[in-house]
């Protein structure tokens, strides 16, 4: 039997998809595709992902092919798009200090997890920085606007989020929350691959100037 087509804007596909479902449908894949993440916590992110839960299975078909695995986290909550890294054709690419960054807050969140932690995960910019020279102490690290600029982009990526204390005008304190999405965009099994990994950033590395290091974006 062929369906109709009657909206040029939906899948025939998705045909049995409530229409009141289909807008919300589109944000979602959006936010998938652009950001790599949806978060649920906070403003339309919750309706979202209220929708997202009831057409999980059809999410995660259409992102398949792309080579994207859907994941749903309960605990934070949010939706993630995570790169099959054998066979995704989308993954992002990170300048040197973006991957020093991603490195090092992957540390920050394996101490936590490891230490039992089971509240969010956060630093200031201050702590991160000293986070750098601790665990890369043979890296010349990046100025404090090259940081700022990275993090942008992982926050892009919704793989952190940031706010400024209401009292505080000082940059340095800038919080910094580590989303679980950053520890499925690099997934390492131990501290040993970390450190594997995190050689190839060190001075006798031969290194490239972009290093490839898997984030899900179409951007």
């Known amino acids: 039997m062929t369906i109709e087509r009657t ?22 894949l959006a936010d998938l595709l652009s950001h790599g993440v949806l978060l649920g916590d906070t403003g339309s992110g919750r309706e979202l992902l209220l929708v997202a839960r009831e057409h999980q299975h059809r ?59 089971s509240s969010a995960v956060t630093l200031t910019l201050d702590e991160l ?36 204390p209401d009292d505080s005008e000082a940059p340095g304190e800038t919080i910094i929350e580590v989303l679980p999405s950053l520890a499925r965009v690099i997934p390492f099994d131990s501290i040993e691959q970390w450190g594997e990994r995190a050689q190839l950033v060190s001075p006798t590395a031969a290194t490239s100037e972009e290093a490839s290091t898997g984030g899900a974006s179409a951007v």
Do not use: N
Not at 10 to 27: K, T
Not at 68 to 92: H, I, K, N, T, W
């Open 7 to 28: 909206d040029p804007l939906w899948p025939s596909f998705w045909h049995d998809v409530p229409v009141d479902d289909r807008a919300p449908m589109r944000d979602i």
């Open 59 to 117: 999410l995660a078909d259409y992102l398949a092919p792309l080579g994207l695995e859907l994941v749903l986290d309960e605990e934070v909550p949010l939706l993630q798009a995570r790169p099959r890294m054998e066979s995704c054709q989308l993954l992002g690419s990170f300048s040197k200090y973006e991957t020093l960054m991603l490195l090092t807050l992957w540390r920050v969140w394996d101490e936590a997890q490891t230490g039992g932690l």
């Open 129 to 164: 920085y000293e986070k750098l020279r601790v665990y890369f102490e043979d890296i010349e690290r990046p100025e404090r606007t090259q940081l700022e600029d990275a993090l942008g982009k992982l926050k892009r990526h919704r793989l952190i989020r940031t706010r400024r």
